[in-house]
Each structure stands twice: as structure tokens, then as C-alpha cells.
């Protein structure tokens, strides 16, 4: 077993640092798979972070870089791969993770910190200029448009955010806004800072309708939407901010997704896969930011080394004990069970049978995998297989069991 791991975090972002920093400071053998040479995700693209608690005056690469520098002086390991697949063995609970550089990675637990992409809307002319004057990444390409005139395609908290970082570097922005004039998607800070910057002008109810250019971007065309009068806007660059996709395609046959590819997870960061966590963006959640990415990673760690634990447990003392063992499904507020367990251990003590006890609210990967429903219940176990169930079990029924 010595070649499998506690945990495998796919994703270096806020999500899969936070967790790795949890995970290792929990004694888990934990590997962090990152597709990028640099870790930090979309956080280490964004300059301007002024939201992150307790620190006003960092950028994004900065406090990235101080996840990782956490992680490893935890002892979290990292690695290079591009995940394609997650599989489950047989036995249900080891978990592989292979990668498109042929690497195969055998972990307890699996924590998914995938993140999500900058949207590519499609527009006439958009992939042709990528990286030819269309970007999607401010502080990446800022220095590239100093003094120069450029379109943003977005209203939300990042297109406004960044645009006032850019106006550091060009002469010019113009925001192309869906919504009439005077609203934004961005929260009212982010709102005010842009409305008072002399470098951003607006143009209300419009969409691009193509990107133009020669060898590189020349001018937009923007289609007014109440009007349906076509216009022309002469720029150097065009900056896409219109929202993200989750990176879950190697997913699609492994978890539940919901609508938009987003991972399904309960309060536990647990997916439907137990032993299968999801942190981060990746998720179906209301809010996507640094903070709340940090707070899933350290959640879903937390999840992960009490399901490894209570999956250890499980498979030592009834799948794999030799002969008959007795397991009461109970939960400490019933008081049904409370009454049942003294009788029980001593039933089962005079009988010279193992007794295991499993928490139906701590442990509802397992009460759930035998259907349990109704508490207390009492199933015997025969060399690891089920026999017999009884629920709420009378002195005659116990006596049945055995």
C-alpha cells in the first residue's frame, strides 16, 4: 500500500492550496497535480485583490505564492500533469488518476480543484486576434497596450476591476455594457471606482459584434441593441471579461455535474463519488472568489481525512474481519438508540461478537451504501457479506440475529 497516497489534489489554485495546506497539516500524504508551471489559478492572473481579509495591499500572484510556500512547508508535494480521468477500483475505495502524460496517481481520496476558464463568447474575429490584441488576462498583457486605446467586453465585478487596473497602462477604455445606462453587474465599490476613473468611457446597450483587424486588432464593430444601428470603434486591443467555464470535461462520466459543467457538492464538499471532494470555482456555488475558494479547499480537506478514516475503519473491522461482526447503525440524539446500546454490548459481549458502531450523521457515506434509513438498525456481517437486519431490534429479535 505503500504506493498509495491519503489525498490527490487536482488543481493549484485557491481551492487545491488551501486544501493541500489542511490535508498535510493533517499527517496526509498529499500531492498537489497542476497542469500550469505556476500555480495560483485565476487568482494569479488578477492583480488588483482587495478582498481577501486582513490583507489590502497584495497582489493575487503575492498571496498565491504565499499559499504555496504554506504548502510546502507542510511538506505538500507537487507535480506537473494534465488530469484525463479519475477511475474508482473495484473495492470502492481507491480512487486513480491518470493524466495525459501517462502518469497514474492511486489515492484514498481525490479532491478536485479544477477551477473554471475566462468565456470565449464566439464572436467574429475573437480567436482569430487571441493573443493578436484579443486577451483575457490583465495583468498578463497589460504592459502590452501602454498608451494605447482599447475595448473591455463585460459589466461584472472582474471586467470593472480590471479595467481600472488597465487604465494604469493605456490611454483609453471603453466598456461595452449590455444594461442601460448607469448599471453594472459589479458590486458598488467596484462600480464607483470605475464610474470616477476619466480614462473609462461606457457605451450602453451594446455587443460586440466582431473584432477586426489585419495582423493584429484594429477596431470592433458594436451593434447597439434597442437601435440595431451598427457602429464602429477604432482600438488597439479588446479584453474579454464575460465570465468563466468550469475546466470538468475529464469529469462528465465520474461525478455529477449540474447545468453549465459545474461540480455537484453537498456541505462537505463531497460529490456523489465517495471519496471524490470538489473546492473552488469548480463548484455549483453563489459566489466566486478567492476567500470562499480557500474556505471550500479547507472544508473539503477536512471531509476527506474523516472519510479516509471512517472507509479505514469500515474495511478493517467488517469487510475484511474473519467470521461475524455485529454493526449498529445509530445516532447519539435518538434516544431509541441510546437505550439499545448497553443492551446491545452486553448481548453482544456474552455472545463473544464483535460489535462496531457507526454514527449514522458522521458516517452517511456508509449508512447510505446499506440503505439505512431507520435508526437504530442492526445488521450482522459475515465474512465482510450482510446476513440479516433487524430495526430497533426487541431481546427476541437480537436473539434471531445471531
Known sequence: MSDILDVVIVGGGAGGLSAGIYCARGKMSTVILEASAKTGGQAAKTNELENYPGIDQATGPDIMGAFRNHCERFGVEFKRGTVDGIKVEDNGFIKQVSTKEGETLRARTVIVATGAQPRVL???????????????????????FE??????????????????????????????????EGVLDADRTAQEQAFANDKIDF??????????????????????????????????????????????????????????????????????????FGAGDVND????????????????????ERYMQEE????????????????????????????????????????????????????????????????????????GQEIKRTVRPSQEELNQLV
Open 312 to 383: 479505514e475503519n469500515w474495511q478493517e473491522r467488517v469487510l475484511e474481519a474473519e467470521g461475524d461482526v455485529a454493526v449498529m447503525f445509530w445516532n447519539p440524539l435518538d434516544q431509541d438508540g441510546i437505550a439499545l446500546m448497553p443492551k446491545l454490548e452486553a448481548f453482544c459481549k456474552e455472545q463473544e461478537l464483535p460489535l462496531v458502531t457507526i454514527d449514522t450523521y458522521k458516517s452517511q457515506n456508509i449508512s447510505g451504501r446499506y440503505n439505512v434509513e431507520d435508526i437504530p438498525t442492526v445488521v450482522r456481517f459475515s465474512n
Open 147 to 180: 498608451e494605447l486605446d482599447i475595448v473591455v467586453v463585460g459589466s461584472g465585478n472582474t471586467a470593472v476591476e480590471e479595467s481600472v487596473f488597465l487604465t494604469k497602462f493605456v490611454n483609453s477604455i471603453k466598456m461595452i455594457v449590455l444594461h442601460d
Open 122 to 144: 464566439g464572436i467574429k474575429g475573437e480567436r482569430e486576434f487571441t493573443s493578436k490584441g484579443v486577451s483575457y488576462c490583465a495583468t498578463c498583457d497589460a504592459d502590452f
Open 203 to 276: 457605451v450602453w446597450n451594446s455587443t460586440v459584434e466582431e473584432i477586426c483587424g489585419d495582423e493584429l486588432v484594429n477596431g470592433v464593430r458594436v451593434k447597439n441593441l434597442k437601435t440595431g444601428e451598427v457602429s464602429e470603434i477604432e482600438c488597439d486591443g479588446v479584453f474579454m471579461f464575460v465570465g468563466t467555464v468550469p475546466n470538468t470535461d475529464f469529469l462528465k462520466d465520474t461525478v455529477e455535474l449540474a447545468k453549465g459543467g459545474y461540480i455537484k457538492v453537498d456541505e462537505q464538499m463531497a460529490t456523489n463519488v465517495p471519496g471524490v
Open 285 to 304: 456555488k453563489f459566489l466566486r472568489q478567492v476567500v470562499t475558494a480557500a474556505a471550500d479547499g479547507a472544508i473539503a480537506a477536512v471531509a476527506a
